[in-house]
């Protein structure tokens, strides 16, 4: 399991689309810029207790959908089985050059 | 583009778990199991009209789901990728046969 701040960064950046623009910016200010409840309570002029029970609220959603499109699961598979592949195929050496590049080009994908 | 079918086919595949289980009943009977909207009112005891307004509301709600989350358009690119990789892997012959039981695992986890 990753540490929480960690997940709700990945989770966040799977599912933001699915979430009302308020619920972005407070995710956004408080895991990606890592500004402090209060500042965003500051910032938006409601109470620090608004704030917190949107972002709790938000993080149960991104759960929620986590649990049922499984994004951030398949991507981590897929990131497992995308290093093994590189592994392998930089063993071909040039031969296995051109199939990399389609592998780096599916690794963007994500 | 996808023929309508076959794309609402797809987009119930990936979206199916966020909606209602209502949804999900018609859904399934109209598309996969060429249910006609008359035999799902009957089968429901509801009125043509309520079924098809149903059956438009979800395919719209699906529409929107992939607009947002992109899920069948990375799944297409991914699989045209992955393609051109097995074709890559299968002019290295035996030399490509690990890369090519990996790619295989990370196409079943679509």
């Known amino acids: 399991m990753l540490e929480k701040t960690t997940r709700m960064n990945y989770l966040f950046d799977f599912y933001q689309s699915l979430l009302t623009p308020k ?17 965003i309570a500051e910032e938006f002029g409601v109470s620090r207790q608004a704030v917190y029970d949107n972002i709790k609220r938000t993080e149960a959603m991104l759960e929620e959908y986590e649990e049922k499109l499984l994004l951030l699961a398949k991507f981590q598979e897929r990131q497992r089985l995308i290093a093994e592949l590189k592994k392998e195929l930089s063993k071909s050496g040039h031969a296995g050059a051109e199939a990399l590049t389609i592998v780096e080009a599916i690794e963007k994908l994500e």
């Open 23 to 39: 619920q972005r910016s407070y995710m956004s200010l408080y895991y990606l810029d890592d500004y402090s409840l209060g500042e």
